[in-house]
C-alpha cells in the first residue's frame, strides 16, 4: 500500500504545571495515498497536535514521521509543495470577491490565473465567485479556504475539524467537496470528533485517543471488528435492568434513560431474562452498527463514553480508554495493538 502519511512511534509532550501533559503518545499513523482518510477522536485526544507536527508548526518529542515517503520535518521544503491545509481559518480580505482573494494567492505563489476558475469550480462556488468575502455563509467561506489550497493543486490535503461551525447544509457541502477531492486520486486528512459526516465520506480511518491509535482500517472493517449491533432497552427501573443483563452474559451501557446492550442480536434474550425478574421493557429499539457506536465503545472514559456497568456489574463513570468488554482481534490491515486497547489513559 503506498502511504501518503505515516507516523511511528509519535510522541508529544507539553509542560502541565510541574509535570509534563502527553498529547501524543507513541502514535503509529498510516494514511493511504489516494482517497478520504477521517482521523477521528475525541476533543483533546491529539489530533490538531498531530497535524501541526506533520506540517513542521510543532516539533515532535520523538518518533518519525513520513509524508510521500520523505521524513519531515527534515524534508519538508521538498514536498511542501504536494500538501495544502486548512489548519486554523485563513484570513481573506472581506471587502474582495471570493475571485480576487483567490487572485491575489494565485499571484502570490505564481500559480496561473486560469486556476482560479478551476478551484471556485471544484469547490462549487463557480456563481459566487464574484460576491464579496463579507457576504459569504460560513460554509462558502470554508470551502474559499479549500479552494485556496488547490490552487497549487496539492496531491494531499490537510483538514483540522473543516465543518467546525457549520450548519448541515454547509457540511454537507464539504463532504461533497471531500469527496470529489478523493475521488480526484488526492489524499484528504480530514480530522473530526464528528462521526456522521466521517462515516458518509471517509474511505478509511484512523481513530485515537489519548494520543494513541485505538483502531485503523477501512471503514467497513473497523465496523466489522468492533461495531457488533446493538439493543437499545427502555425499562422502568435501568440499574436492575442493567444488573441482570450483565448477570446474563451481556455488555450493558447507560444511554441517558435507556440501555444500550451488546452480546446478543436477539431482542428476545432480553425481553425473556429481564421478564424472569418481573421487569417489562416499554421500548426495544434493534440498532445498526455504525462508527459512531464503534467510536463511542472504543472512546469511553475520554469523555465522551456514557457511565457503563462492568461483567462485575461495578459502575464506572470514567472507564480506562477504549474499553469494549472483549475487544475482537484486530482483523488485517488493522494495525492496532492489544497494548493501546487495554492500557490506561496518559501517562504523563
Ligand atoms: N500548546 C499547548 N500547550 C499545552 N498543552 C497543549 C497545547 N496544545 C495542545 N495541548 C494539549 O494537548 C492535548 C491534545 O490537544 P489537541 O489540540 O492536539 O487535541 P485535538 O484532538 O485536536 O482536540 P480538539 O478536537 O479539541 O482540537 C490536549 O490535552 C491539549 O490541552
Same mark, same amino acid.
Given at each position: 500500500?503506498?502511504?501518503?502519511?505515516?507516523?511511528?512511534?509519535?510522541?508529544?509532550?507539553?509542560?502541565?504545571?510541574?509535570?509534563?501533559? /502527553?498529547?501524543?503518545?507513541? *502514535? +503509529?499513523?498510516?494514511?493511504?495515498?489516494?482517497?478520504?482518510?477521517?482521523?477521528?477522536?475525541? =476533543?483533546?485526544?491529539?489530533?490538531?497536535?498531530?497535524? !501541526? $507536527?506533520?506540517?513542521?508548526?510543532?516539533?515532535?518529542?520523538?518518533?518519525?514521521?513520513?509524508?510521500?515517503?520523505?521524513?519531515?520535518?527534515?524534508?519538508?521544503?521538498?514536498? /511542501?509543495?504536494?500538501?495544502?491545509?486548512?489548519?486554523?481559518?485563513?484570513?481573506?480580505? #472581506?471587502?474582495?470577491?471570493?475571485?480576487? =482573494?483567490?487572485?491575489?494567492?494565485?499571484?502570490?505563489?505564481?500559480?496561473?490565473?486560469?486556476?482560479?476558475?478551476? /478551484?471556485?469550480?471544484?469547490?462549487?462556488?463557480?456563481?459566487?465567485?464574484?460576491?464579496?468575502?463579507?457576504?459569504?455563509?460560513?460554509? $462558502?467561506?470554508? !470551502?474559499?479556504?479549500?479552494?485556496?489550497?488547490?490552487?497549487?493543486?496539492? +496531491?494531499?490535503?490537510?483538514? +483540522?475539524? @473543516?465543518? =467546525?461551525?457549520?450548519?448541515?447544509?454547509?457540511?454537507?457541502?464539504?463532504?461533497?467537496?471531500?469527496?470529489?477531492?478523493?475521488?480526484?486520486?488526492?489524499?484528504?486528512?480530514?480530522?473530526?470528533?464528528?462521526?456522521?459526516?466521517?462515516?458518509?465520506?471517509? +474511505?478509511?480511518?484512523?481513530?485515537?485517543?489519548?494520543?494513541?491509535?485505538?483502531?485503523?482500517?477501512?471503514?467497513?472493517?473497523?465496523?466489522?471488528?468492533?461495531?457488533? #449491533?446493538?439493543?437499545?432497552?427502555?425499562?422502568?427501573? #435501568?440499574?436492575?435492568?442493567?444488573?441482570?443483563?450483565?448477570?446474563?452474559?451481556?455488555?450493558?451501557?447507560?444511554?441517558?434513560?435507556?440501555?444500550?446492550?451488546?452480546?446478543?442480536?436477539?431482542?428476545?434474550?432480553?425481553?425473556?431474562?429481564?421478564?424472569?425478574?418481573?421487569?417489562?421493557?416499554?421500548?426495544?429499539?434493534?440498532?445498526?452498527?455504525?462508527?459512531?457506536?464503534?467510536?463511542?465503545? *472504543?472512546?469511553?472514559?475520554?469523555?465522551?463514553?456514557?457511565?457503563?456497568?462492568?461483567?462485575?456489574?461495578?459502575?464506572?463513570?470514567?472507564?480506562?480508554?477504549?474499553? @469494549?468488554?472483549?475487544?475482537?482481534?484486530?482483523?488485517?490491515?488493522?494495525?492496532?495493538?492489544?497494548?493501546?486497547?487495554?492500557?490506561?489513559?496518559?501517562?504523563?
Amino acid at each position: 500500500m503506498v502511504l501518503a502519511v505515516e507516523t511511528l512511534g509519535l510522541r508529544k509532550t507539553y509542560r502541565a504545571g510541574r509535570g509534563r501533559h /502527553v498529547a501524543v503518545h507513541g *502514535l +503509529d499513523l498510516q494514511v493511504p495515498a489516494g482517497g478520504v482518510h477521517g482521523f477521528l477522536g475525541p =476533543n483533546g485526544s491529539g489530533k490538531t497536535t498531530t497535524i !501541526r $507536527m506533520l506540517l513542521g508548526l510543532v516539533r515532535a518529542d520523538s518518533g518519525t514521521m513520513r509524508i510521500f515517503d520523505q521524513p519531515v520535518p527534515e524534508q519538508l521544503p521538498a514536498v /511542501v509543495g504536494r500538501v495544502g491545509a486548512i489548519v486554523e481559518s485563513p484570513k481573506f480580505f #472581506p471587502a474582495f470577491t471570493g475571485t480576487k =482573494n483567490l487572485s491575489l494567492l494565485a499571484e502570490a505563489i505564481g500559480a496561473p490565473r486560469a486556476k482560479v476558475t478551476e /478551484v471556485l469550480e471544484q469547490t462549487g462556488l463557480a456563481e459566487r465567485g464574484k460576491d464579496r468575502y463579507r457576504g459569504y455563509s460560513l460554509g $462558502m467561506k470554508q !470551502r474559499l479556504a479549500i479552494a485556496a489550497t488547490l490552487l497549487k493543486s496539492p +496531491d494531499l490535503l490537510i483538514f +483540522d475539524e @473543516p465543518t =467546525n461551525g457549520l450548519d448541515p447544509a454547509g457540511i454537507r457541502e464539504i463532504r461533497q467537496t471531500m469527496r470529489r477531492l478523493g475521488d480526484q486520486g488526492r489524499t484528504v486528512l480530514v480530522s473530526s470528533h464528528i462521526l456522521a459526516e466521517v462515516e458518509q465520506v471517509a +474511505d478509511t480511518v484512523s481513530i485515537i485517543g489519548h494520543g494513541r491509535l485505538l483502531a485503523a482500517g477501512s471503514v467497513a472493517d473497523v465496523i466489522g471488528a468492533r461495531g457488533a #449491533p446493538a439493543v437499545r432497552v427502555t425499562v422502568a427501573q #435501568p440499574e436492575a435492568a442493567a444488573e441482570i443483563l450483565t448477570r446474563g452474559g451481556l455488555t450493558v451501557q447507560r444511554a441517558g434513560a435507556a440501555l444500550q446492550v451488546h452480546g446478543t442480536d436477539e431482542p428476545a434474550r432480553i425481553t425473556y431474562l429481564l421478564a424472569q425478574h418481573g421487569l417489562y421493557v416499554s421500548e426495544l429499539v434493534a440498532q445498526r452498527a455504525d462508527l459512531e457506536s464503534v467510536f463511542l465503545a *472504543l472512546t469511553s472514559g475520554e469523555g465522551l463514553g456514557d457511565t457503563h456497568t462492568t461483567a462485575r456489574g461495578r459502575r464506572r463513570a470514567d472507564a480506562a480508554p477504549a474499553a @469494549p468488554a472483549a475487544p475482537a482481534a484486530p482483523p488485517p490491515g488493522t494495525p492496532v495493538s492489544d497494548r493501546s486497547l487495554s492500557t490506561g489513559g496518559a501517562d504523563a
